[in-house]
């Protein structure tokens, strides 16, 4: 019985540790999940900034209702963001001041400054926008419309306003527009779905919560 | 001669003759609680994994509008989730429920989302209508050219403990852990024809 004493401390924190970590394996792989089903929606048009009943925003809520509450007082927060690869050719299709087509594409680094960057198209936020911001940057608070969504579709806007550069970085500089090849190339899109969730508040588990991004 | 020394440890050993048993006994109960605690998590956590696996393997073949010979869209689609879970989700599409845990919880719904508006109208049920404004193809199909977004859950699945659990007095039986799993997708466009028409969706 002694010894069955001296080892309750250790085996007592094992077998919490355990159920804590089974807890933790599920709520991370349902955060990467609905992070993937959401950006696989969104990258084919769904838009998810609508609120109210009966709207889009019901999707989100069915979607995350088993990790957390989607609101702007809740415990989670998904971010959308859609980017895009300024490259030269990108920046010769917005006209002769900010570059020429070639080939090769050329551009003039006075007005076209933001090329060799990944700038924000759109982003807005669902949920509690305390818990997290974006790790790929945030899009110009000023920017943002009465809804807080922000999207900018002038070209001569995004290639040159140098407040609307991300930080993404998981790509590698894409190939320029050149017809007829395949790959990713300047000037498509590319949709980004993050999600944070609190932590599922587990007595004595101080987790922070989880967080999962996709990329289409 | 035995010293008095050696004399009191032989009558120590009569003494606590069976104790170790005894002790044995007693660790070994909470032991194995402990034990089979951690393999039921383990088996939750594998469970859980298991049917969000089978739903997104659900999703990813509603989205292709394929179907199985002999059975409906729906039907073919909770086939392959059935068959993607591994024997945790019983039954088939001939309708035959082993267990509690049948094929009965493989939910498929359709929603539209206007692109407009973006409000959300169920489609499930909707039969085709080509002289509505604006014209519905059915459940699955596109609407003036949006495609549907399709759900695929597993719901309310009871999962029973992988081991046996002791029943402590007053505490009662373990509950069975309920499990739900999710998987969302936008519906594809189905392939073309040799004829290079478009197919229609599939019912």
Redesign the interface.
């Known amino acids: 019985?002694v010894?069955?004493s001296l080892l309750i401390p250790v085996?007592l924190p094992l077998?919490l540790g355990?159920?804590w970590l089974?807890s933790a394996?599920?709520r991370g792989?349902?955060t990467t999940?609905m992070a993937r089903?959401?950006a696989?929606?969104y990258s084919?048009?769904?838009?998810f900034?609508?609120t109210g009943a009966?709207?889009?925003?019901?999707?989100l809520t069915?979607?995350t209702q088993?990790l957390g509450t989607v609101t702007t007082a809740g415990t989670g927060v998904v971010i959308f963001s859609e980017v895009e690869f300024v490259g030269k050719s990108v920046c010769a299709s917005a006209g002769s001041t900010y570059g020429s087509a070639g080939p090769p594409p050329t551009y003039v680094a006075s007005t076209c400054k933001n090329e060799g960057f990944f700038v924000f198209r759109q982003q807005y936020t669902q949920g509690n926008t305390s818990l997290r911001s974006s790790n790929f940057g945030t899009a110009p608070a000023g920017d943002l419309d009465s809804s807080n969504k922000y999207q900018v579709d002038a070209i001569t806007t995004y290639i040159s306003d140098t407040a609307d550069r991300s930080t993404f970085n998981l790509l590698p500089a894409p190939q320029e527009n050149i017809p007829n090849t395949d790959g990713y190339q300047s000037g498509q899109p590319v949709y980004i779905v993050e999600a944070y969730f609190a932590g599922a508040g587990q007595a004595g588990f101080t987790k922070g919560g989880d967080y999962a991004y996709a990329v289409f | 001669m035995r010293s008095k020394e050696t004399k009191r440890s032989g009558l120590r050993k009569v003494k606590q003759r069976g104790s170790e048993m005894l002790e044995f006994t007693l660790v070994l109960l909470p032991c194995l609680g402990f034990v089979f605690l951690i393999l039921n998590i383990a088996w939750a956590v594998y469970q859980r994994a298991t049917l969000q696996y089978a739903a997104l393997q659900g999703v990813r073949y509603a989205v292709t509008s394929q179907v199985i010979s002999g059975l409906g869209q729906r039907a073919s689609i909770q086939e392959v989730v059935q068959q993607n879970t591994f024997g945790n989700v019983r039954g088939n599409a001939s309708g035959i429920t082993l267990g509690t845990n049948g094929w009965n919880n493989i939910y498929v719904n359709w929603y539209q989302v206007d692109p407009n508006t973006g409000v959300v109208t169920d489609v499930s049920d909707v039969t085709g209508c080509s002289t509505c404004t604006p014209p519905t193809s059915p459940g699955n199909g596109p609407v003036n050219s949006v495609l549907p977004l399709v759900e695929v859950s597993v719901q309310n699945m009871s999962e029973k403990t992988f081991m046996p659990t002791i029943k402590m007095p007053g505490l009662g039986t373990l509950a069975p852990i309920v499990m739900t799993a999710t998987a969302w997708d936008r519906m594809e466009m189905p392939p073309m024809a040799a004829n290079g028409t478009q197919n229609p969706p599939p019912m």
């Open positions: 019985m010894e069955f085996w077998l355990t159920m089974g394996m599920i792989e349902q999940e089903d959401l696989s929606m084919r048009g769904v838009d900034s609508s009966g709207s889009s925003n019901t999707i069915d979607i088993q």
